[in-house]
């Protein structure tokens, strides 16, 4: 048996998910999600490949998985290697397709094919499978996410599918068939789509599927532009009218060269969930034989077709914006062939000829795989009475509990059981069960809410009654407190109202206390004087007394020139003698006398002095006194300053004391009115809590 499983395509980023569901709502086969836990996780054996989850998820939850890294490693070590671009291409960069080509050579790329000419020779397949074994219907093949949808949901439908190659595998196969100067070359295809990746293992050709989403990554990171490159041209022969085959209907627009009555029996579908629910139900269309006049179903997963692939940049792009592009390439396509030949018919026969050199029967040749084991192992189709247990689980009883809504993200509460039978979802992500569940929740909230209250009743009756005392006594003792606020405010104001008599008192003091120093300073510098006064006068007293010796020394030395006067008087005689002892006599006796009063007034003098000595000891003793009496008055002075300035301090803290308890005595006022209101409070919360009894 061959391998069944499939290459994942698409990752999920854990961290960026929000369980929102939005991937399920856009996922054509629903059962590859499981939303059962805290982020939508998949299963890649399920999964298509589609990208519609990548292109839904606002969070980049979901990305696409290419082989772009290790193309461009490949390229970076030298490996040989030829591209094959497909015809989405004529959208992408502006629409310069040959540029591009310049691009890849540039990277080194060593040649590049047209997958367009692997179209036309598609449709040649296709032409040769209808002739040789004319089939009542054939499912074109190009979609990689419709084949395998096809293999693993709707396997009934494989023997309806083309059995030839895509597009893509016609032009490797024919590189490698019809281009031996490329033998060993790995073979890259720059696509739109993640899903060829699939498509590539299944028929084992193909080394790399590198998306242009990639490319346009790449290019916007080195900052690189297709524009500033020369065009190059493909290595094989144009195509023709198959540069279509990425928009919708251009796989029968090219058969058309064939058949011109080809879109008369062919069913053109494309996007989600239309195509799928088409294929769905298509097996019960083909046993009916309801499909007539239908034998062709040209199906593309993606509503844009290729030029819309999930690895593309068009999706948000208006559709003729985009579809122009290779409506201008097919009329430049047709019209190269045309211009060489005289008609249509010649020109489409000079075509012919030429595919035929590159076509060989059975070298395209496609087979399937029926994959359905893939979603048997994982999903489980569940019978009548397990889906009937899981819709009483979520409440659904009634038909109007089907509600249907997609807001699960299935399409309906059918699938919505399956899923939680298959553990892929839950219950809670139900909207119906949700409201169930909170109407039940709701009553037993109430239920618990109702019990609480009656249990708590009582208790909280008697605590709040306890409060209403405590509030009634806290209110007394506020009044009480404010009432001693008041008088100690009161006691506050008159001790202040003292020391500011005392400040005052003390200004007046200080300005007595500078008249003091002022007087003292005075008196001291006076004693100065005085004492400097004394001091002259003791040294006049001592001239004096020196004087008064000499007074005396020339009273000695008169009275001795007194004597010898007499005694030559007496040896005078008397005439002459006797006068002249007289006058000897006087000057005897005013010696004497003057010897006498200078001791007397040397006497006095001396006395004086004494005094004058004494006075000026008292004089250097009160000088002394003085400085005393001033440095003290300096003393006072300050001391005086400093308890001026601490009065003056404890008046300032004794007025911040009275408006700290104004301010007091306004807190407990408003303090009082609180407890007031609070006690009111207390009685009204009684109130209503007595009430709560007679709530229904």
Sequence with gaps: MRETALKPVI?????????????????????????????????????????????ACDHKARVGIDDFEPFMQALKEGTNIA?????????????????????????????????????????????????????????????????????IYRPELIPYLAPADSPMVHIMKMIKRYYPQYAGYKIAAISPCYAKRREFDAVGIGDYNVTFKSILNHLERTKDRISQYEPVP????????????????????????????????????????????????????????????????DCLNCKMGCNGGPATSN???????????????????????????????????????????????????????NRSELFK?????????????????????????????????????????????????????????????????????KEEIDKTINMVYGHTIGEMN?????IGSLTQLINETAAAILKSSAVVEAMVENVRSIYNTLEHNAENVLKLSTSSLEGKNRIAKIGELINDVSAQSDALIQACKVISDIADETNILGMNAAIEAAHA?????????????????????????????????????????????????????????????????????????????????????????????????QIKAESTALLESGKAVLNNISSLKNIP
């Design 377 to 445: 192992r994982n999903v489980t189709i569940p019978s009548a009475k397990e889906l009937q247990a899981v819709y009483v689980q979520m409440y659904k009883k009634e038909e109007r509990d089907f509600l249907n809504c997609a807001a699960c993200g299935y399409d309906n509460c059918e699938q919505m059981a399956v899923a939680i039978i298959n553990g892929l979802n839950r219950p809670e992500n139900c909207r119906h069960f949700l409201e169930i569940e909170k109407d039940l929740l709701n009553r037993r909230h």
């Design 83 to 151: 591209a094959i671009v497909a015809p989405a291409i004529a959208t992408m960069f502006g629409g310069e397709y040959l540029k591009f080509n310049g691009y890849l050579k540039k990277i080194g790329i060593k040649a590049v094919f047209d997958v367009s000419f692997g179209a036309e020779l598609t449709i040649k397949s296709y032409v040769a499978y209808r002739k040789k074994k004319n089939p009542s219907l054939i499912i074109a093949q190009p979609c990689p996410c419709l084949v395998s949808f096809i293999e």
């Design 234 to 297: 493909y290595e094989n022969p144009a195509a023709e009218r198959a540069v279509l085959f990425s928009t919708p209907g251009g796989l029968m627009r090219t058969l058309e060269r064939y058949d011109s009555r080809a879109s008369s029996h062919t069913r053109k579908i494309e996007g989600n969930p239309e195509v799928y629910h088409y294929l769905a139900h298509l097996e019960k269309a083909i046993k009916s034989k309801s499909l007539s006049p239908y034998n062709l179903v």
């Design 573 to 669: 005689g008397d005439t002459i003698g006797k006068g002249f002892a007289v006058v000897a006599g006087e000057i005897r006796h005013l010696a004497d006398n003057s010897g006498h009063q200078a001791g007397e007034i040397e006497k006095s003098l001396k006395s004086i002095k004494q005094l004058i000595d004494i006075s000026s000891g008292s004089s250097v003793q009160a000088q002394s006194q003085f400085d005393t009496i001033v440095s003290l008055v300096g003393s006072v002075k300050d001391e005086e300053l400093r308890i001026r300035n601490a009065v003056e301090t404890q008046n300032n803290g004794g007025q911040q004391i009275i408006q700290s308890l104004n301010e007091v005595n306004t807190l407990i006022l």
């Design 11 to 55: 990752r999920l980023i854990k961290e960026n998910c929000v369980n929102c569901h939005k991937c399920i709502m856009v996922c054509p086969v629903k059962m590859c999600n499981n939303g059962s836990g805290s982020t939508v996780e998949f299963n890649s054996d399920l999964c298509l490949g589609c990208g519609e989850c990548i292109h």
């Design 466 to 470: 306890k409060s209403i005392q405590g």
């Design 315 to 369: 999706r948000k792009r208006q559709i003729d914006e985009v579809e122009v592009k290779v409506e201008n390439r097919h009329v430049a396509a047709r019209n190269h062939y045309r211009k060489k030949h005289r008609s249509e018919q010649a020109a489409n026969r000079k075509l012919e000829k030429l595919l035929d050199d590159y076509w060989q029967e059975g070298l395209y040749d496609r087979t399937y795989v």
